[in-house]
Nanobody, 133 residues
Framework: QVQLEESGGGSVQAGGSLTLSCAAS????????????MGWFRQAPGKEREGVAA??????YLTDSSKGRFTISQDSARNTVYLQMNSLKPEDTAMYYC????????????????????????WGQGTQVTVSS
């Protein structure tokens, strides 16, 4: 089993920044997250879950709403993936979830894998981001 623990959420005003962290651990973690698809998804109240970004090794993928404002990165030594969010907007308000899958692929394919309901995907409990206008 792989455990994912998100942190770094909070309340900020529009235009502000936050950095989310996701630490991976557990007996099921094989090697480091460098060999995993890692990603961030979010879900606002009353809305479906949507993707934000993904990373596999050093290849990244950002959705159109994330490009230019968000950056995904990872520290393999710490088994931690980060989501740096700048120029936050009220519409970014949501619960942000970290996801992982034991596979390597391009960033875009990684994003697709994590967006499925596969039982091969691991999910964290989420961290709340609230952006006020």
């Amino acid at each position: 089993q792989v455990q994912l623990e998100e942190s770094g959420g909070g309340s900020v005003q529009a235009g502000g920044s936050l950095t989310l962290s996701c630490a991976a651990s557990g007996s099921g973690l094989i090697g480091s997250i460098r060999y995993y698809c890692m990603g961030w998804f979010r879900q606002a109240p009353g809305k479906e879950r949507e993707g934000v970004a993904a990373i596999s090794s050093d290849d990244t993928y950002l959705t159109d709403s994330s490009k230019g404002r968000f950056t995904i990165s990872q520290d393999s030594a710490r088994n931690t993936v980060y989501l740096q969010m700048n120029s936050l907007k009220p519409e970014d308000t949501a619960m942000y979830y970290c996801a992982a899958r034991n596979t390597r692929a391009s960033g875009g394919v990684c994003y697709h894998h994590l967006g499925t309901s596969s039982q091969n995907n691991y999910w964290g409990q989420g961290t709340q981001v609230t952006v006020s206008s």
